[in-house]
């Protein structure tokens, strides 16, 4: 069975500082490994996904994230945080094409950016 | 552009009053869902066509029904709503054997009173 998990529910980073958004992931076969962003009453918007290929996949919003296969990882990442940054984001994976399999999303962690 | 669009983006009803929601889409693809979403938590999966061939989710209630007429379109209806069933709805759309990212629409949020 697939499973995702977002170990923090929340993560504070000041304005122009990185910011790490971590995930850990479970599946039998290879994965395909996405996050997700969601404003306040909207629904999610795609940011980035993995499917094969380099390890280091780049994203909307200057967003980027690093798949680790020895670690089950694929952690959010970006440079220097907007305080427009600030939502919920979610990790979701899935083993196999659309169609073919459900695609499993973590509890969601909440970013939240000072000025 | 292509994009999915639910309506209405916010429903109130009364308890055990039916309500449906809509779902459209301009992207074409053959696969949609229909997702509950709680406080914040992790969408949670009701349903899901591929193409027409319909599927349930074990624990998705039997108070919660879908259409999909054609491609384009897709209702959820709940056929009488209780205190529980207030959430934010979203549908979502992906392309059948691609790399299966979702497409989302912006949601419905019901309220039960």
């Known amino acids: 069975a697939q499973s995702v998990a977002q170990p923090e529910d929340q993560v504070n980073v000041a304005e122009g500082n990185p910011l790490t958004v971590k995930c850990t992931y479970s599946?039998?076969?290879?994965?395909?490994l996405f996050w997700y962003v969601q404003y306040p009453n909207r629904g999610l918007q795609f940011l980035l996904k993995y499917i094969t290929g380099d390890n280091l996949v780049k994203g909307s919003y200057g967003f980027e994230a690093e798949f680790n296969k020895s670690q089950t990882s694929f952690h959010l990442k970006k440079p220097s945080a907007l305080v427009s940054d600030s939502a919920l984001y979610f990790c979701?994976?899935?083993?196999?094409?659309?169609?073919?399999?459900?695609?499993?999303f973590g509890s969601g962690t909440r970013l939240s950016i000072r000025p | 552009d292509a994009m999915v669009i639910q309506n209405p983006r916010y429903q109130v009803t009364q308890f055990g009053k039916p309500v449906t929601l809509s779902c459209s889409q301009t992207l074409n693809h053959n696969v949609m869902y229909w997702y509950q979403q709680k406080s914040s938590q992790a969408p949670k999966l009701l349903f899901h066509y591929y193409d027409k061939d319909f599927n349930n989710e074990a624990d998705t209630p039997d108070n919660f029904q879908s259409r999909r007429p054609n491609t384009s379109f897709c209702f959820l209806d709940i056929r009488s709503p209780g205190l529980g069933d207030a959430a934010m709805y979203l549908c979502?759309?992906?392309?059948?054997?691609?790399?299966?990212?979702?497409?989302f629409g912006e949601g419905s949020r019901l309220t039960v009173l």
């Open positions: 599946v039998s076969g290879n994965p395909y």
């Open positions: 979502a759309t992906s392309r059948r054997g691609g790399t299966g990212e979702l497409f």
């Open positions: 979701a994976v899935r083993d196999s094409p659309a169609g073919a399999s459900k695609i499993i």
